[in-house]
C-alpha cells in the first residue's frame, strides 16, 4: 500500500502520453496524405518566423491589449507547466517538492512566486476572453461558422485553464499552510509562503490539518490529472495550434503574398504550344489540375488546417464576407480540416482510403464560396500564425475550371480574350496603343 500512490501514478502517466503519442501520430498520418512539397530554403528567415510570429505572436500585436493577455494565457500553459516537472518526479518517486533538493531556497521561492504571478494573471484573462465570448458577443465571435462545437471548444478550454490555475494556488496555499505547521512530512521542506496562495490562508486556516492536507492531496491530483486530460483533448480541439503554431509558422510561404504558385504542366502545354519542336513525342497528360479532395492539396496546406486557432481574424477582414458573400475564409480552413478527419476515419476503419463518394469540392466547399474570393490576401495577412486559405481556394478553382470547366461566364470571356489577345480586353495586341494616337 506504501507504493500505490506512485504506481497509480505511474498508471496515469504512462496511460497519458500513449494516447496523446498515439493521437499525435493520426495528425502526423493524415497531413502526409496530402502532396509532398520540400521546403528547406533560407532556414534563418524560417527560424525567425517561427521565434516572432509563433512565440512572440508578433501579428496578434496589431490590438495590443488582447494580444496581451493572450500571450498571458499562451505563457502560462508553457511557462507554469514547468513545474509539472517536479509533480511528475514526486510522484514517480514519492518525493514531496523534490527540487527543493536541487535549487537553492531563494531561486526555488523565486520560480514558484513568479508561476503564481502568472497564474494569475491568466485566470484574469481567461474570465476576460470568457465575457468578450459570451457576454460582449464580439461579431467573429457569434459568426455561425462556430455554431455548436467549435463555440463550445472555446469555452471548455478558457473554462480548463482557470480551474487548473486555481488548483496549483490552491495545492500552494495547502502546503505552506501544512508546512508551517509541521505537520507531517510536509515538515520535511521549508519553502515559505508564496506570494498568490498565501492570500487563501484565512480562507482554509479553519480547516483541520488533516482537512488541509485531503485538500491538497486532492487539488495535487486533479491538477495533474487535468493537466493529461487537457494534452489529450487538444488534438480532438482547435487548440492544438497551441504545438502547430511553431512548425506552421517555419514553414510558411516567404514569398510575397500576391505570388502564386505556377502550375508547372501548364507552363509546358504553353511552352510547347508556342514551340513545337520542343515537345516530347511519348509525353503523358498531367493527372490532374488543382485539387478537389485533400490528397490533391500540399502537406502544408493540410498542416495549416490543423494549426488554424478558428480566430476569425481572416473571415473578419474578408472583403467578400464583410458584403454578405458565403465566403469565410475561416470556414474554408475548418472545413478541410473536417475533410481530413473523415478520411482519417476512413483509414483507420478500413487499413486504407477506401473512396466514399465525397470529395473537399462541393461536398464540404461550394462553388458559391470559391468563386465570393478576390484573392485580395486580406485573411493571409490577418491571420496571426500565417495560414493561407487562399492557397486551398485557388488550388480548389483551378480544378473546377479546368477539371470541370465551371466558370462563370464573365471569366470565359475573360479567359478567351488572354488566350487570344494575351490580355484580359477585346482588344488585338496590335491595337493596344491605339488609344495614344487622339
Not at 231 to 257: D, G
Request: charged fraction near 20%; glycine fraction near 4%.
Amino acid at each position: 500500500m506504501h507504493y500505490l500512490p506512485q504506481i497509480m501514478f505511474l498508471l496515469l502517466f504512462a496511460l497519458g502520453s500513449y494516447l496523446f503519442t498515439k493521437n499525435i501520430l493520426v495528425i502526423k498520418r493524415n497531413i502526409l496524405l496530402g502532396k509532398d512539397e520540400e521546403i528547406n530554403d533560407n532556414k534563418s528567415a524560417r527560424w525567425k518566423n517561427l521565434i516572432f510570429l509563433a512565440f512572440g505572436q508578433k501579428k496578434m500585436f496589431k490590438n495590443p491589449l488582447v494580444a496581451f493577455m493572450h500571450l498571458i494565457v499562451y505563457l502560462g500553459f508553457v511557462i507554469i507547466n514547468i513545474e509539472v516537472v517536479e509533480i511528475v518526479i514526486d510522484g514517480l518517486t514519492g518525493s514531496h517538492r523534490v527540487l527543493t533538493q536541487i535549487l537553492s531556497t531563494e531561486f526555488y521561492s523565486f520560480l514558484i512566486n513568479s508561476f503564481e504571478i502568472l497564474a494569475l494573471l491568466v485566470i484574469v484573462a481567461c474570465v476576460i476572453f470568457l465575457v468578450r465570448r459570451n457576454i460582449l458577443k464580439l461579431k467573429r465571435f457569434i459568426s455561425k461558422d462556430l455554431d455548436g462545437w467549435p463555440r463550445s471548444d472555446a469555452n471548455y478550454i478558457l473554462i480548463t485553464e482557470i480551474v487548473l490555475m486555481t488548483l496549483f494556488l490552491t495545492m500552494n496555499a495547502c502546503d505552506t499552510l501544512l508546512q508551517q505547521n509541521s505537520y507531517g512530512h510536509y515538515n520535511s521542506v521549508q519553502t515559505g509562503s508564496f506570494v498568490v496562495s498565501s492570500y487563501l490562508h484565512p480562507i482554509i486556516s479553519g480547516f483541520s490539518f488533516h482537512s488541509i492536507e485531503i485538500i491538497e492531496r486532492v487539488c495535487w491530483w486533479l491538477h495533474i490529472i487535468g493537466i493529461f486530460a487537457f494534452l489529450n483533448y487538444l488534438p480532438y480541439s482547435k487548440h492544438l495550434h497551441i504545438l502547430f503554431a511553431f512548425p506552421n509558422a517555419y514553414y510558411a510561404r516567404l514569398e510575397s503574398q500576391g505570388k502564386m504558385n505556377n502550375m508547372p504542366a501548364i507552363q509546358k502545354e504553353v511552352l510547347y504550344a508556342m514551340q513545337p519542336e520542343l515537345a516530347p513525342t511519348n509525353a503523358e497528360p498531367p493527372a490532374s489540375f488543382g485539387a478537389k479532395d485533400i490528397f490533391d492539396l500540399s502537406w502544408r496546406n493540410l498542416l495549416e488546417a490543423y494549426s488554424c486557432t478558428e480566430c476569425g481574424r481572416c473571415t473578419a477582414a474578408c472583403p467578400a464576407n464583410v458584403t454578405g458573400k458565403l465566403l469565410s475564409p475561416r470556414m474554408i480552413m475548418m472545413k478541410t480540416r473536417e475533410r481530413l478527419e473523415d478520411v482519417g476515419k476512413n483509414i483507420q476503419l478500413n487499413k486504407s482510403f477506401v473512396p466514399d463518394n465525397k470529395t473537399l469540392l462541393h461536398d464540404y466547399i461550394s462553388v458559391e464560396e470559391l468563386r465570393a474570393c478576390t484573392t485580395c490576401n486580406a485573411c493571409v495577412e490577418a491571420c496571426p500564425v500565417s495560414i493561407s486559405p487562399l492557397e486551398i481556394i485557388v488550388e480548389l478553382r483551378r480544378s473546377l475550371i479546368m477539371e470541370e470547366s465551371n466558370a462563370p461566364q464573365e471569366w470565359n470571356g475573360m479567359f478567351s480574350n488572354i488566350e487570344n489577345n494575351f490580355a484580359p480586353w477585346k482588344f488585338s495586341p496590335e491595337e493596344r496603343d491605339a488609344w495614344t494616337k487622339d
